[in-house]
């Protein structure tokens, strides 16, 4: 069995950064594509960023200079690191893990950007 779980999230201000983690246990493959999602009041769930376990990562234009997505293998943790947050950027941020048979969701958390 694989859980995925988030945090790191909370209330930034305008400008500010927050780094959200996501950490995986369980039965892992080798090979898995691990994403941040994220879902706005009232909007669709949309991609952020992926990354592989041989660190490649992928960002929805928008968010290139903004948001930055790493891998410690080590402790099984993908983080994103969000800088210069907008109010935009408020949402439920989401972990996915996918791999060649499933995808895994974490519960989300929380980031809200407010003044």
């Known amino acids: 069995q694989v859980q995925v779980v988030e945090s790191g999230g909370g209330l930034a201000q305008p400008g500010e950064s927050l780094r959200l983690s996501c950490t995986t246990s369980g039965n892992m493959p080798r090979d898995f594509l691990t994403g941040w999602y994220r879902q706005a009041p009232g909007k669709e769930r949309e991609l952020v960023s992926t990354i592989t376990t041989r660190h490649t990562a992928n960002y929805t234009s928008t968010l290139t200079h903004r948001f930055t997505i790493g891998r410690d293998s080590a402790k099984n943790t993908v983080y994103l690191y969000m800088d210069n947050l907008k109010p935009e950027d408020t949402a439920v941020y989401y972990c996915?893990?996918?791999?060649?048979?499933?995808?895994?969701w974490g519960p989300g958390t929380q980031v809200t950007v407010s003044s």
């Open positions: 996915n893990v996918k791999t060649e048979a499933q995808s895994y």
